[in-house]
């Protein structure tokens, strides 16, 4: 048929050519109505949803539509009704007929007189994955970042209470002159001080060397074992400043926890204790296992200086808060107790009073 006859058959020719347009385009097409079903859709979009006619023509649109997608897109559609304007890049997801969530891009326009929205959209299901693909990466290297971070503050932190044990028995050595039977206890001392610092050091270059840092390893650890670890690597520590540790683990001597966190929790928490006894006072330790609610609990009570609670509040287990007056008080190990604690799904609390002590209360997840 020639489309340049005078005789009127342009307009049928270009019927035809718009009707050949809308059923061999690759993009989706569709024709809705004001009162929300579809009045028409080309076979590529037919293809893309699954559905057969019926249920497409049968259902309202916003059936197909994913239900945290609905309230925007029914916002969305009652606004171009309304104002007249046309709609550009709108994004939302709908379900297939086969279960599948696919990602489509409308571009719409409203024809009020004709009460339809004529609309085109792209699939950019593949465009969507590749972003929460990345999202996932970047979120991984930032959880990465902050736990090689954690680490780092971990290692330099916990690594000062074995280095300042062999540093306290170099000072005794310089002020005193000793016995040979003397001297042979001191050498005894250091080398447990040294075995302690070597075994603080290997368990973080193990931590290190692992492939995925964001993989944590959790297994049952003995509480005596663990404890008897960490003094060993602070015994001259304990031994100097006449520290008493008592333990009671009658209700379970077992946790299911991360070696490394479990020990950085006793060493940071013998050691405040030791740090901040009463002025001519010893400190005095106790640590005690308690079953609530079905939850594992590991109790450390000291009798030392304590803390002002109603002043401190939520700020105890900030980063690099520091409460009490001693040069060597870094606001670093309470920070790392909490970490390891929440980032294994535990709590922690505290009950404190000045001058009455401070309980920790570690609840392991169950």
Sequence with gaps: MDC??????????????????????????GVAGFDGYFKRINPALKKVLGYPDEILYGRPINSFVHQEDLEATVETRNYIISDGT??????????????????LSWTSVPAKEEGLIYAVAKNITHKKKLEADRNALIAKLTQSNEKLKELTFTTSHDLRSPVNNLLSIFSILEESRMEPS??????????????????????????LSQKDVLTVLVEQ?????????????????????????????????????????LESIFLNMFTNSIKYAKPGSHAIIMVSTRISNGSTQLVFEDNG???????IGDKIFGFRETFHNNADSKGIGLYLVHNHVTSLGGKIDIESEPNNGTRFIITFRK
């Excluded at 379900?95 to 696919?102: A, E, M, P, Q, V």
């Excluded at 003397?182 to 931590?207: C, P």
């Excluded at 520590?237 to 006449?242: D, G, M, V």
């Design 305 to 311: 200086i304590g803390f002002d609670m109603e002043r």
């Design 221 to 261: 650890l003995d509480l005596h074992e663990v404890m008897g670890k960490v003094k060993n690597s602070i015994k001259s520590l304990i031994e100097i400043s006449n520290t008493k540790i008592m333990a009671d683990f009658s209700a379970t001597d077992q946790v299911k926890f991360n070696g490394a966190y």
């Design 182 to 207: 003397e001297i042979l206890e001191f050498i005894e001392l250091m080398k447990h001080s040294t075995a302690g610092l070597k075994n603080t050091l290997d368990t973080y270059v193990d931590n």
């Design 86 to 103: 046309p709609l550009l890049n709108f994004e939302n997801r709908y379900i297939t007929h086969s279960g599948d969530i696919i990602w």
């Design 4 to 29: 340049h006859s005078k005789n009127g058959n342009i307009y049928e020719t270009t019927s035809f050519n718009m009707e050949l347009f809308f059923e061999l385009s690759l993009d989706l097409f």
